[in-house]
């Protein structure tokens, strides 16, 4: 039993517009093509999310397949190794590296160090005319510079996927040195989902305030007001998930 929590209690926050998911609640969903794998589904269109987000963690031989559809994907490694392949470009890949699989596009994670965590988020694609589609991306969060946020040394941005009207969604992460915050509290019309890499601190959504801790997993609607600012001394990050590029009307 954990001490640190009171019996029927839990930091988990569900509202019609944003969501805390804190691991005290985590439960395993049985996925098809999962195999030899606890994947635990932490954002999802039921909750009124335009995106799913999950995170699978690997036994011994597992491994996750999925077919062609018109879902994109984004995979980030948060601990182990394990082999990607889609359109038959094939890599293994380890803590901090990732993937984009384009829509129409069968992939599949194999041959994981038992133990091995991905990060992952799935989008419908919406196809802009007389703008080519993405394809495939590998890559290494080392190999990315954090930028000065709005000019602030103290929160730096690594924005993970290139930068064009080709690409239907942003994934970035966020890096705080202690005491450090985003300068205004956001109101936009991207929808967000993030998961805190290290560290802590306390995330605004709407007019409610959430301690959170590395581990929790974050979904804002589109307008939702939300701010953070990074507590305790050591500095926090956090992966994020954004929809760009696209109008609806």
């Not at 601990?79 to 470009?89: L, M, R």
Request: net charge negative.
């Amino acid at each position: 039993m954990n001490n640190n929590l009171l019996f029927g209690t839990t930091r988990t926050a569900i509202r019609s517009r944003h969501a805390l998911i804190a691991p005290d609640g985590h439960v395993a969903s049985s996925l098809p093509g999962v195999v030899g794998a606890t994947a635990v589904v932490l954002i999802s269109p039921e909750m009124g999310a335009g995106f799913t987000e999950l995170t699978i963690t690997f036994n011994q031989d597992g491994r996750a397949e999925f077919p062609d559809s018109q879902i994109e994907a984004f995979v980030y490694v948060l601990a182990g190794s394990v082999t990607a392949q889609a359109k038959g470009e094939r890599n293994v890949l380890s803590t901090g590296e990732f993937v984009f699989v384009p829509a129409v596009t069968p992939w599949s994670l194999t041959e994981p160090v038992p133990g091995s965590q991905v990060h992952i988020f799935l989008k419908k694609y919406v196809a802009l005319p007389g703008v080519s589609e993405p394809g495939i991306l590998f890559g290494r969060e080392r190999d990315i510079a954090g930028q000065p946020f709005l000019g602030d040394e103290s929160a730096r941005l690594q924005v993970l996927l290139p930068d064009n009207l080709s690409y239907d969604l942003a994934v970035n992460i966020f890096n705080y040195q202690a005491g450090a915050h985003l300068p205004f509290v956001e109101t936009h019309i991207m929808e967000h989902g993030l998961l805190m890499l290290e560290g802590r601190g306390v995330y605004r959504l709407e007019d409610s305030w959430y301690p959170v801790d590395a581990g929790d997993c974050i979904w804002m609607a589109a307008f939702c007001p939300q701010w953070f600012v990074a507590m305790g001394k050591t500095p926090a990050r956090y992966l994020y998930y954004k929809d760009i590029n696209r109008l609806t009307a």
